[in-house]
């Protein structure tokens, strides 16, 4: 076992030894449950894991941080640990953003910022202090 864990899920750079207040959670090793966490991390090794050797190495060798799980997910949400609720899925997202620390989060409704109410409630959301932000996907020219 390392003695620090990162988290498997596509471009989520968190790991136990950077971020604080985080659990890891090992996948299930139920094959269709296993699957469905498979698909929604989108990390290229994990995938082939699970295809060459199935959920138990899968679970072995890889976790997931419970930026991906939604506060209602857990069964159990302390400072010292997290359980998840059996066939808990993670989202396709990170939920909380990395300057949140869970210490000091209380409930989940904490967690959400005007923000996050905005998409939630498919207002006209523009994502802030993001330069150069256009939804035709064309990249700004830089430097001519």
């Known amino acids: ?3 620090h864990m990162n988290c498997c899920f596509n471009k989520c750079t968190n790991s136990s030894r950077s971020t604080q207040n985080l659990s890891f959670h090992k996948f299930p090793t139920n094959e269709s449950l296993c699957k469905q966490w498979v698909e929604l991390c989108q990390n290229d090794k994990v995938i082939q894991k699970f295809k060459n050797h199935g ?3 899968v679970s072995k060798s890889f976790r997931i941080c419970s930026e991906h799980f939604k506060r209602e997910d857990y069964v159990l949400w302390t400072s010292k640990k997290k359980v998840l ?60």
Request: glycine share 8%.
């Open 55 to 57: 959920s138990s190495q």
């Open 1 to 3: 076992m390392p003695s």
């Open 85 to 144: 609720h059996k066939g808990s899925i993670p989202t396709g997202q990170q939920l909380i953003s990395p300057k949140t620390t869970h210490s000091n989060i209380t409930t989940w409704s904490d967690m959400i910022t005007e923000e996050d109410e905005a998409v939630a409630n498919n207002a006209s959301w523009s994502p802030r202090g993001t330069p150069n932000f256009d939804l035709s996907g064309s990249v700004p020219e830089q430097g001519k």
